[in-house]
C-alpha cells in the first residue's frame, strides 16, 4: 500500500481549466490500469473507466509523474504486476 499512498493528487495550477469546472455532478471516478515493471518503474497506462476526457487527462497527467514503485515479487524473483487504480474527483461545491 506505500505506493498507492505515495500517489496524493494534488490541486492543479489556477492558471489550468478545472476539471470540476465542467462539473454536472458532484462525483466522477475514472478507473486506470497501469503495470509496475520488474525495475519498479509504472508503464502501459489504460484508462479502464472514463470520467470524461478532461478528467481522464488529468488522472494520466498526474500518474505519469509518479515515482518508482516496489515491484511485485514471485518466488524471489521481481515480476511484473498490474494495478487498477480508481480516482475519484469530488466536487467542492462553489
Not at 505506493?3 to 492543479?12: E, G, I
Not at 497501469?34 to 488529468?58: K, Q, Y
Not at 487504480?85 to 466536487?91: C, N
Amino acid at each position: 500500500m506505500e505506493a498507492a499512498q505515495a500517489l496524493r493528487l494534488r490541486p492543479m495550477n489556477a492558471s489550468r481549466s478545472s476539471p470540476e469546472a465542467s462539473m454536472h455532478c458532484a462525483r466522477r471516478m475514472v478507473r486506470v490500469r497501469f503495470t509496475v515493471l520488474p525495475d519498479g518503474r509504472v508503464d502501459g497506462w489504460i484508462i479502464e473507466s472514463s470520467g470524461g476526457a478532461e478528467f481522464d487527462r488529468e488522472v494520466l497527467r498526474v500518474c505519469k509523474r509518479m515515482p518508482r514503485w516496489i515491484p511485485g515479487s514471485q518466488n524471489g524473483q521481481r515480476v511484473a504486476v498490474q494495478y487498477v487504480l480508481p480516482v475519484t474527483f469530488l466536487s467542492t461545491g462553489s
